[in-house]
């Protein structure tokens, strides 16, 4: 089924889209204090970088966050390299969902929290809040490979603007609520972006006939990719 707006839909959407989350970014974020360095005196004083908040905090260490961020933007980016005709199509609408889903995340934090305390408290940048929205990143590109050659490039954006609330709403519930504690976040992140994934594919109704065969093939550098 085509869009009313033809070829000019996703432009429109994703800019409109970003838009809307970098304004809503500003209103709802700020740099946690206790987190930031300053790198200069005087005319530099305006120059920072987030720093752990301590030496021994798993939560907020740089180098967690990297690995986290090279999973979302590598580890998923070649994985879906693996079907011979989405190869390139993967792997740049993986870089759509994590630069779109690195911001929405820290918005949809202080949304969520706003609506349990009753309260408006922005959200703090800090390495810990990073580390969180790769992780919810992650539970989105888990839900796309789900939904991976059946889905357009709008409703991917859709995705990205209702899964993060949806995810963090979930989370709030089962760690304020349940007790749950989650290593390695099995459920809140991997369970729960798979059976997102699965919800959606059965809300659009898809079928796997849906997809040609000749467009499930794969060659050697789409497994290359899918290996690495």
């Keep these: ?5 033809g070829k000019f839909s996703l432009p429109i959407t994703g800019y409109a889209a970003f838009v809307l989350v970098l304004v ?22 305006d120059k920072r970088v987030i720093i752990p908040g ?29 079907c011979r005709k989405y190869t390139w199509g993967g792997i740049v609408f993986n870089f759509l969902i994590c630069g779109l889903c690195f911001l929405w995340c820290q918005v949809c934090t202080c949304i ?4 349990f305390t009753g309260k408006f408290e922005k959200t703090e940048i800090n390495l810990a809040s990073m580390i969180s929205a790769d992780l919810v990143t ?3 590109l888990i839900t796309f490979g789900v939904a991976y050659g059946f889905v357009s490039p709008c409703q991917i954006i859709v995705i990205c603007l209702i899964e993060p609330l949806a995810m963090k709403l979930n989370e709030h519930i089962v760690v304020n609520y349940l007790s749950t504690s989650d290593a390695g976040g099995s459920i809140l ?7 997102f ?7 659009l109704g898809v079928k796997p006939h849906h997809i040609p ?3 499930r093939k794969t060659n050697k550098v789409a497994d290359t990719f899918a290996l690495v």
């Design 1 to 5: 089924r085509k869009s009313m707006l």
């Design 24 to 45: 809503l970014f500003g209103i709802c974020t700020k740099l946690d204090d206790k987190s930031v360095l300053k790198l200069g005196e005087g005319n530099d004083s």
């Design 54 to 82: 301590g030496a021994n905090a798993m939560m907020g260490s740089y180098g967690m966050m990297m690995d986290a961020t090279a999973m979302c933007v590598m580890g998923f980016g070649f994985l879906y390299a693996f």
């Design 112 to 115: 969520v929290h706003s609506l």
């Design 138 to 140: 992650a539970a989105v």
């Design 189 to 195: 992140t991997h369970a729960f972006g798979a059976f």
């Design 197 to 203: 994934g699965l919800g959606l594919t059965l809300g």
């Design 213 to 215: 065969e000749s467009n």
